[in-house]
Every structure is written in C-alpha cells, then in structure tokens.
C-alpha cells in the first residue's frame, strides 16, 4: 500500500506572539492574559471548537477558591498555611503560593465574563468543604456552558484558534536552548504547519488512557480520553524537566460507568458504606468522607481486598432541597449519567449507589496545589526558555481552579519574556524543524500493519498489572522492561489517514508516558498519599528521605536521567532511550 499523500508538499508556515498548545480552561486563561497585555496568540487543539475543547468540555459543578469574605478561613493566606501539608513536600511551594493568590483575582474575572457560579434556586454562592481543605472553598455550580461561554470569549477577545489541530513537536533554535515554534497538522484535512512563535504556553491536560477500566473502553474514561501526555512527552524530548509522574490518580465513580462527581459526595455530606453498612472512611482517615481524593479511592481499594464489597453511596439521609441539588448537577459534568440511572431503575434519593474506582490517570495524585508534568517556575516558564505550562500537565495543578489561574500566570509570563527576550527573532534550526517534520510524518510511511488501538492495549495492560495503585519493584521492572521493548516497535506502527495518524501519535505519547511513572515509582521506595503510590514492598511513608519530588529529563545524549527538585541532587543515569 502507498502511503497517504499529504495535501501539498509543503507545509503551511504561520507566526505569532505566543502560541497556546490546548484549548481547555488553562490555555483559554493564558490566551486571555496573553491578549490582555495586547500579544498576538494563536491557540491549536485536536477539537473543532474551541468552546468545547478540554476535559470540561461538556460541563463541570464545581470551583474551587477562597473568596475574601469575613470568615477567617475564607483567604489564599489562611488556605496557603495548609498547601505543604496537603501537597506532601512534592511541590513547589513558591509557585504553589503563586496559584493560591491569582485564584480570587481570576475567580473574579471569570464573572466579569459572565459566568455564573451562584446557586439559581437562592441567587447566593452554594459551598462545600471536601478533600481535605481547611475551608467551603468549592463552589457548586451549574457549569454547563462554562467551557462554551470562556471559549467564546477567548475568540471574542482577540485569540486566532486553529481547529483539529495536533501539536507534535516543539521546534528550537540550534542551540536547543530556546523554543522558536512548533510544527503540527490537521487531523481531518492533513495540512500541515511549522508555527514561528516567540513563546509557547503549553496546556494539554493530564495523561489518560494509560490503564483499563471497569467498561473494558478506553475511552469510556472518567476524564478527557484526548489527554495522552502529548505536551510531557514533546517537551520531554527538549530536555525539559518533568515532576511527579509517578503519583496517579482514580475517582469514586458509579459501578462500571467511569464519570466524575466524587466533589459533591464527599462535599455534601454522603456517607460510603460497605456491605456490613459500616461508615468504612473513618478506619482510614479521621476527615472520613471528607479525606483527600487519593485517600478515599485507597480506602476502596483496601474494603474491596478485605472482602467488603458491594459498596454503596449514600445520600438518603440528606435535605431535601441538598437532593435536590444532587439531581441537578450531578448530570452537568456527564449529561448521560441520568440516563445511567434510569437504565438500572435506581433512584439516588430513597436507595443506595453501588460504586467503585474508575481508571487510572497521572496527574497530581489526588492533591490540590501539585501537579504531574513540567516543572515551571513563578511565571510558568520552564528550564526551556520561551517554554510556559499550566494545567494538569504542570507542575502545580489542581482542577478548573488552578489551572486557570496558572493558565492566568503563564499567559502573563509568555508576554512578558517578549519584551525581556535578547534576541526577539531567533533563528529556527532548520535540523530540528526536519526532526519534528519527519517523527510526525513516520507512521505513514509505515506498511507493517501494527495498529495503535493494539499497542495501546498492549500499554494499558502493562500499566494495570504492573504500575498500577499496588506495586512492586519486581512488578516494576517488568513493566520497564516491556515499555522499553514496546519503544522499539514504535517505528513500526503505520497510519492509513490523518486521524489515525493522531491516534498513533498518542499512543506513542502514552507509551512514553508509562515508561516515566514507572521509572519514577521504581526509584521512589516508599509509599505516599495513599493510592497516589503504593509501594506493597515499601508501605511506610519516609518522609526523611522521600519528602521531595522526583524530576526527570532527556539528556543531551538522549538518556533518561533523575533528580530532586528540591535538593536538586547530581543526576542519576538509568538509562534507556525514552
């Protein structure tokens, strides 16, 4: 078979300011920011409109901030106090700081947009206190049209959007110091791109499709299934440093329906029983229900090995106008969960709701205020110059709250290095733009017949057995062993169109991806944050020695090697080419 022709034999060249690589909450932010400072910015996503681009593309119920009122609790200095303790030492607590205090502002501006985050039936702000805050700093809300009316406004306010548009490849100068681009393509059409930008702000969301599910479909996934480590895994082939990949995270989902919601059951007061009735979170945390996110979903895991299974949620005994509230938004954030219910002819307000844990994906582990993927500093910049990050890719993350106010930070920090930058034209290397070019091109010159869906299961099934919410060293040697072989066979894998060419990408992203948490967990020798890494030969918790993050980064020689982000120790060599 011939390969698929691409639809002219050059690429497409475009340029602006600052390039924005995702368009979900974080990377409107920064598009937003960007354009306040009166920057050119052009924003590129795999969606075909920006208002429904991202993990809350269909709607999300809650946001997460202080507020300023009276109450003691209610400020970023009161909420600040209590970050180190619930990010575990694996953040940085400067940027983490950064965060907390640009939430009010970008809370406000958000309303200034004309988003709504009050309680339609009393007009007043409906809040509720869960995963371990100090504080009611979730607000429950009808974010139906959240992402349409901020996406809107992103287009609205200036910012060009490049639709079903997959980023492939940070392009550099020929030092390999500094971002000058990127090169994509059109996953309908095919056309291609090399973007000349002075900055870049990556936000491509955290990494899913990495573990099975109850469902048995991959994209049956309780957060966005279009999030596969793409922006890690480009960034990390320019030697940018990535964090925490090895903490992971699942949520409290309904039997076998992967879908989000944990916020309001352990905000609003439900109760999770097992199948003695046993209010089970207290044998595992004295907040019960209102532990953190990677606390709960251990719980599970432990009643489930205990033999204690079913287990149920229950909100029976709650308000009536609280059930009220269940009903309405419960379905925001998947419109098709009332559907599930009615499916299985159960109703939530008189009878209980079978549950368990959804899929793994990396990101945060669980904790608001950390985050898996590039570490960034005060502005967003990471140790590639030009190169920005926030949202769930990013060091410092937290849901829709943080990553819009990161998003805010490093939109702000992307224009800011223009004016700043010695150099405003640097000169793209043409060795690297023929690099990006080529690895983007490779799988349709391919005639093997190895497909991505069958790769990707092959990965989904080394994750799930081997690095998944229980590990072990031999467990995770394995699992390295397999990836690294699986590496291997990437040049083989082949694409008949454009869009399977962006699935094939992916999945290479995700191979990547799985390779980094398992290198991360294998070094880590303890366990931390409950299920966000459970060591089975390693239970306790060192703080001693583990109370620090572990980075990793390409070398120049292509080899995967280790740090610390806070002592900043000599780099270990492990080897492989990642």
Known sequence: MSPTPWPSSEPKWLATDVLVVGGGVAGC????QARD?????????????LERAGSVAGGV???MT??????????????????????????DLDVAERAVHELPRVFQRLCDIGIDFTDPTTGEYFRTRAFGLPGEYHLNFDGSRFKYKLGRYTVGHGAKFLPRTMITDLVTDAAGERVVGAVGFNCRTGERYVIRARSVVVCTGDINRISRNISGMPFDSWHFPYNTGDGHAMAFRHGVRLTNMELVEATLTPLGFSVQGTNSYAGQGAYFLNRHGERFMFKYDPKGEKARRTILVNAVIEEVLAGNEPLYIDIRHLPEEQLDDFVRTLGV??????????????DIRKELLPFGISEMSIRRGGSYFRGSGLVVDTSGQTNLTGLYSAGDCSMVSGGISVAAAMGAIA??????????????????????LDTALARMEEPLLSNSGRRWSDFEDDVRALVTDFVGMRRTEKGLRHARERLRALAAEEGELDATGFHELMRTLESKSIRLAAELMTEAALHRTESRSGAAHRRLDHPETDDLHWKRAIVLRQSAQGELALESMTEREPEVAVGGQA
């Open 29 to 32: 932010l920064a598009a937003i």
């Open 37 to 49: 400072e009166g920057a050119a910015v052009l924003v590129a996503d795999k969606a075909k409109f």
């Open 61 to 63: 119920d809650q946001f």
């Open 66 to 91: 202080p507020l300023n009122t009276e109450a003691e609790w209610d400020s970023p200095e009161h909420l600040m106090k209590f970050v180190p303790g619930l990010t575990d030492g694996l953040s």
């Open 333 to 346: 954030d998947r419109y098709t969960l009332p559907g599930y219910f009615a499916q299985r002819n159960l």
């Open 411 to 432: 939109g702000r920090g992307a224009v800011e290095s223009l004016g700043a930058a010695e150099d405003e034209d640097a000169a793209l290397d043409p060795g690297s």
